[in-house]
C-alpha cells in the first residue's frame, strides 16, 4: 500500500552503472541507505541545473569535443565558445584566459567529467 504524499519509481540500471555507484556510495561513509542518498544527489543536480541558468542565462551548453566543452554565448551573438582542458587546466579560447564566466560555467555543468586531457589522458 503507497503512502500518502510518496511516489515511488524503480530504476533499471546496467551492473557495471550500480557498481560505480555503489562504490561510490560506499566511499561516501554516509548513514544514509543507498537510494536515500542517489535520490539526494539527483535532487541536488535538478537544483544545480537551475542555479546555472540563472547565473548564467546567455550560456547554454552545446556539446562535447574530445579534450573540451562547447557553449553557446547570447552576449557574443550566440557564438560559440570552446573550453579546453589543456595541461589539466581549462583554458577559454575565446576570452584567452582561466578565469572567465565560460570557465566557471564549465566547471558546474556535470559534463564537465567526461572533458580529457590530452597530455594526461589515464584512459590510454
Ligand atoms: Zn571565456
Sequence with gaps: MAREGVKQIN???AKKT????????????????L???VLEILLLYTEK????????P?????????????LRDRHLKDSIV???LLD???WCQVCKEKNCMHIFYSIG??????VVDPERDIHK
Excluded: C, F, P, Q
Design 11 to 13: 530504476i533499471t540500471m
Design 18 to 33: 550500480h557498481d560505480i555507484i555503489r562504490k561510490a556510495w560506499e566511499v561516501e561513509k554516509t548513514d544514509k541507505k
Design 35 to 37: 537510494s536515500s542518498w
Design 49 to 56: 541545473e537551475k542555479w546555472l541558468k540563472k547565473y548564467a
Design 58 to 70: 546567455h550560456l547554454v551548453y552545446v556539446g562535447i569535443d574530445k579534450n573540451g566543452i562547447l
Design 82 to 84: 570552446e573550453v579546453k
Design 88 to 90: 589539466n587546466r581549462l
Design 109 to 114: 555543468l556535470s559534463h564537465i567529467a567526461k
